[in-house]
């Protein structure tokens, strides 16, 4: 099992920037890919961002490519989403996920969600 953990999230006007924060315990000696969806009031959960183990991939939803990066750092078992230049559209609780590779990553482990919200 695994276990995650997000943080980070808060109010924040439009142009501004947060940087999230997923840290994962429990059975983290396996390689897991990891992930970013969120989800909008009335509206389906969406994905955001993944990257692998290793970090040498990548890949954005269109909607945030150019503003949102996604990182890790293995050692410290956490996986960061740096978002910037938000926008109203970005207010949504964010979720962390993981799995064994970026293919499974929505039939992995979730966290229980960070809510960020961007005035305008």
């Known amino acids: 099992q695994v276990q995650l953990v997000e943080s980070g999230g808060g109010l924040v006007q439009a142009g501004g920037s947060l940087r999230l924060s997923c840290a994962a315990s429990?059975?983290?000696?396996?390689?897991?890919?990891m992930g970013w969806f969120r989800q909008a009031p009335g509206k389906e959960r969406e994905f955001v961002a993944v990257?692998?183990?290793?970090?040498?991939?990548?890949d954005y939803a269109d909607s945030v490519k150019g503003r949102f990066t996604i990182s890790r750092d293995n050692a410290k078992n956490t996986v960061y989403l740096q978002m910037n230049s938000l926008k109203p559209e970005d207010t949504a609780v964010y979720y962390c996920?993981?799995?064994?590779?970026?293919?499974?990553?929505?039939?992995?482990?979730w966290g229980q969600g960070t809510l960020v919200t961007v005035s305008s």
């Open positions: 996920a993981a799995s064994g590779s970026i293919a499974t990553i929505t039939g992995g482990y």
């Open positions: 990257i692998s183990w290793s970090g040498g991939h990548t």
């Open positions: 429990g059975r983290t000696s396996s390689n897991y890919a």
